[in-house]
């Protein structure tokens, strides 16, 4: 009889369709003492070792053909400046090719096309910061007219991302440390951590007049400090 028994047992979860035997057993944690959330942020500064700049030249022409090869041919030096800075291709991305109509507006007449103007950027990835502002200065000199930026950021961020975590731990549990001693209670245990933010970079620079920059004996790119954070969502149980 228990040999029949354990049979239908076995055919009887044989017979279960495959999707309700696939799903994940649900876990479901009970507090027994009282509930604790908290919200902790965790931070860590690095020095930024990547430039983002737009750096583009802008054409006028009286035919649309010859504002846009005029800077067709005025980008190919500004790329040949990058290329003789040491700027790698993997670097250099064409962002933007424009070409709109421009028109003159006569007092109580229909307005009057007088030419084009044509616009061609490309965003180059600096990664010796220091020197970005001579290369600047050098794309300035081979017809760029048209500068956006810097966008300041770090290109390996997951070490100091995971200093700023436990940053971010240890600030809770420190917290919820204090509101337990607040309360006569004590932590008896994390219940659960959730991250639910992360570094943000700065947004760029407004535009600067390159004839205003071009007069400069040279430009400067100072990198500075950049600040990385991580939020925590953290429950604790205290009794």
């Known amino acids: 009889m228990k040999h029949l028994l354990i049979a239908s047992l076995a055919l ?3 017979a279960l369709p495959l999707s309700a ?9 009970t507090i027994a003492g009282t509930r604790l959330d908290i919200n902790a942020t965790g931070e860590a500064t690095r020095v930024p070792d990547i430039a983002v700049i737009s750096a583009g030249v802008v054409t ?19 790329l040949a400046a990058l290329k003789r800075a040491g700027i790698a291709d993997r670097d250099v991305q064409t962002s933007n090719v424009s070409l709109n109509p421009e028109y003159r507006y006569p007092e109580n007449e229909s307005p ?17 910061i220091r020197n970005s502002g001579k290369v600047l200065d050098a794309l ?3 017809g760029a007219n048209q500068i956006n930026g810097p966008n300041l950021t770090i290109d390996k961020p997951e070490a100091a991302l995971e200093e700023a975590r436990a940053n971010a731990v240890q600030i809770g549990r420190a917290r919820a440390e204090l509101y337990a001693r607040s309360l006569g209670l004590h932590v008896v245990r994390v219940v659960s951590v959730a991250e639910s933010g992360g570094y943000a970079v700065p947004p760029p620079a407004p535009p600067v ?9 040279s430009t400067n790119i100072e990198p500075g400090e950049q600040k990385l954070e991580v939020t925590l969502s953290m429950t604790f149980e205290l009794q």
């Open 21 to 29: 035997a696939a799903q994940p057993a649900s876990i479901t944690q």
């Open 112 to 128: 009057q096309l007088v030419g084009y103007t044509a616009s061609n950027q490309v965003t180059v990835r600096f990664r010796d």
């Open 140 to 142: 300035v000199s081979q």
């Open 12 to 14: 009887a979860a044989a």
């Open 60 to 78: 006028r022409s009286s035919s649309a053909t010859g504002a846009i090869q005029d800077a067709a041919d005025k980008m190919q030096k500004v």
């Open 209 to 217: 007049p390159m004839m205003a920059r071009a007069q400069m004996a």
